[in-house]
Nanobody, 117 residues
């Protein structure tokens, strides 16, 4: 059974930092291609935050460039999101997603990030 478990969300003041982690289990490490983070704020559509492929090439939403850093540990099937200089508009539920080489997508259950002004 494939599981993605996120952790690290919480409440932080504007300007603060948080680090999210997402560990994937039930998948062979060599089957994982892209891993990434998405977020969904109340009343809004889910949007891409950042992705990283197996070769560690990254892609970021313009709104988080220079503030967020995505990384991964292939041996641990884990992806991280370091979030610095957080803003109230970063408040959302953050979801981890992984895509296999076969094209299958798996999502985590989400973790709440709340940034107070």
């Amino acid at each position: 059974q494939v599981q993605l478990v996120e952790s690290g969300g919480g409440l932080v003041q504007a300007g603060g930092s948080l680090r999210l982690s997402c560990a994937a289990s039930g998948l062979d490490t060599f089957s994982l291609n892209t891993m990434g983070w998405y977020r969904q704020a109340p009343g809004k559509q889910r949007e891409l935050v950042a992705t990283i492929n197996r070769g560690h090439s990254t892609n970021y939403a313009d709104s988080v460039k220079g503030r967020f850093t995505i990384s991964r540990d292939n041996a641990k099937n884990t992806v991280y999101l370091q979030m610095n200089s957080l803003k109230p508009e970063d408040t959302a539920v953050y979801y981890c997603k992984t895509t296999t080489w076969a094209g299958s997508d798996y999502w985590g259950q989400g973790t709440q990030v709340t940034v107070s002004s």
